[in-house]
């Protein structure tokens, strides 16, 4: 019995393992989309300094408006990316939970035939004493 549920905390740890992963990797993602957000708040101030100057450079407008599609198309790729992730996530906190389902289960188990032995030991015990009492007494 303590075999098996050995197997099972240690798939249980298995499992907590990879869902700190994913989670870990969910976290960083999410920065990363900070980032994106940031660099286009950024990019957005920059340009609108550019278009209220008095020297207009029609150029340079024109990266900041291109390097701000591309921050746009960045930020939705990485809104996906997280909701990839995030899916992910919750399977991996179904599999732990169910792991830690089964290691309670066993737990549960071990603990009630621990009871029975030592129910079942103290019942022997009694009945060998009383053996020795009633031996005694028929010799006296």
Do not use: P
Not at 7 to 18: G, N, T, W
Not at 31 to 37: A, F, G, P, R, W
Request: with cysteine; hydrophobic share 35%; net charge negative.
């Amino acid at each position: 019995m303590q075999v098996v549920l050995d197997m099972r905390e240690k798939e249980l740890e298995e499992r907590q393992m990879e869902m700190a992963k994913v989670l870990a990797a969910l976290n960083s993602q999410r920065e990363k989309l900070q980032n994106i957000v940031l660099a286009e708040e950024k990019n957005r101030d920059e340009l609108e300094a550019l278009c209220t100057s008095e020297n207009i450079d029609i150029a340079q407008i024109e990266s900041h408006r291109e390097f701000g599609l591309k921050l746009i198309n960045d930020e939705k790729n990485q809104e996906r990316v997280i909701l990839n992730t995030e899916a992910i996530l919750k399977k991996k906190q179904e599999e732990v939970t169910k792991a830690h389902q089964k290691v309670e289960v066993l737990k549960k188990l071990k603990e009630k035939q621990e009871k029975e032995y030592y129910k079942e030991f103290l019942h022997s015990e009694m009945k060998e004493i009383d053996d020795i009492t009633s031996a005694r007494f028929r010799l006296q």
